[in-house]
């Protein structure tokens, strides 16, 4: 059974934390989301923005989802969620999502699921 590391943080999400977590030589896949902080929403300007959570639920849920794409695609997917918490400015990285698998379409399918 492949890992899952699943985080909900205040602090900046580490681009060099995700590729020391990636390293996995049984796996020839790696497929990163990175999802950042845009500048305009539905037409309107966007200084910045806020998200507000119950850090050990909004945890439980991100587990389960990976949990549950795990066992759809790859059941030795290797899976990382980390989405941050507080005040975030235009151009901040807000999620993170990687999955290594031993091909590139369950490594695909999982990334988009979760």
Known sequence: M???????TLNPIDLSEIARWSADS???AINS???IVRSSNLGRNVV??????????????FFDIATEAQKKWSPNANILV??????LEVGDASVAIVATTGHRDESYRITRYI
């Open 33 to 35: 989301f990175i999802g």
């Open 2 to 8: 492949g890992k899952i590391n699943v985080k909900v």
């Open 82 to 87: 980390l989405h941050r918490h507080g005040k």
């Open 26 to 28: 049984t796996h020839g």
């Open 48 to 61: 910045a923005m806020e998200y507000d959570c119950f850090i050990p639920l909004c945890e439980k849920t």
